[in-house]
């Protein structure tokens, strides 16, 4: 949302890039909107009608749980599939990539350079055709130079970065935002539409917004139920 040279030209970016099948690797502060962009692309990939699938990083970190929830299990004949296989064909999306640990990081890679996996306690390679959007608030380079990230996997992810901006770098949206949120806790919360001055206006684009849009949706619904 929002009608600035920021966001037009963001959203073009983006439109741009989802027309390819490259991994892109989503950059930004947290509550500035890496997941909505991801969907956003996603929806206008030729992979559209496909799955769209979210995952965290930190839950996929050690063990075999984690490798159930990213790959899936076979036992006795019975079938759980992973994230991966949700994903075939359509998108998945990683949120906060730099969480994943080594172990995680080596398996990922292998199944998605070679397109295939094995399912925990499975005998037959799964194929399949995922797209890759990581996200992360991390600065990736450098989590490589400390070693705590692989190299291979940051240049993979890393063809095609996209940063989004914090919303004080767009303040000028802060009024279709406000807009936007009053009407959707209107509809779904039952709360009183109630307007904005100008002096309120003023005040919000002058916030420094640390918690970027996350914060103003929040800041929205406090001051409906209070105001």
Same mark, same amino acid.
């Given at each position: ?58 839950? $996929? &970190? *050690? ?15 019975? %079938? /759980?599939?992973? !994230? ?55 600065? $990736? &380079? *450098? ?15 890393? %063809? /095609?970065?996209? !940063? ?64």
């Amino acid at each position: 949302v929002g009608d600035s040279e920021v966001m037009v030209n963001l959203r073009d970016s983006a439109r741009r890039i989802a027309n390819h099948h490259t991994w892109v690797l989503l950059t930004g502060e947290p509550g500035s909107g890496k997941r909505n962009l991801a969907r956003y692309m996603h929806a206008h990939s030729p992979r559209r009608d496909a799955p769209f699938v979210g995952v965290a990083a930190g839950s $996929l &970190a *050690g063990g075999n749980t984690a490798a159930q929830e990213l790959f899936g299990s076979e036992q006795d004949g019975h %079938v /759980v599939y992973g !994230r991966l296989e949700q994903a075939n064909n359509g998108t998945l999306f990683i949120d906060e990539i730099a969480d994943l640990d080594m172990n995680a990081q080596v398996r990922l890679l292998s199944a998605l350079t070679d397109q295939q996996f094995h399912r925990l306690g499975g005998t037959e390679p799964v194929a399949v055709d995922v797209r890759i959007l990581a996200a992360t608030r991390t600065d $990736l &380079a *450098g989590e490589v130079r400390e070693g705590r990230f692989r190299e291979d996997l940051y240049y993979q992810l890393n %063809v /095609v970065p996209l !940063r989004i901006p914090p919303l004080r770098e767009h303040p000028e949206d802060i009024p279709q935002l406000l807009e936007l949120y009053v009407a959707h806790y209107s509809a779904t919360e039952n709360l009183p539409r109630r307007p904005f001055s100008e002096a309120a206006l003023e005040r919000l684009r002058a916030y420094h917004w640390p918690g970027n849009v996350r914060e103003l949706k929040n800041l929205v619904q406090r001051l409906l139920i209070l105001g």
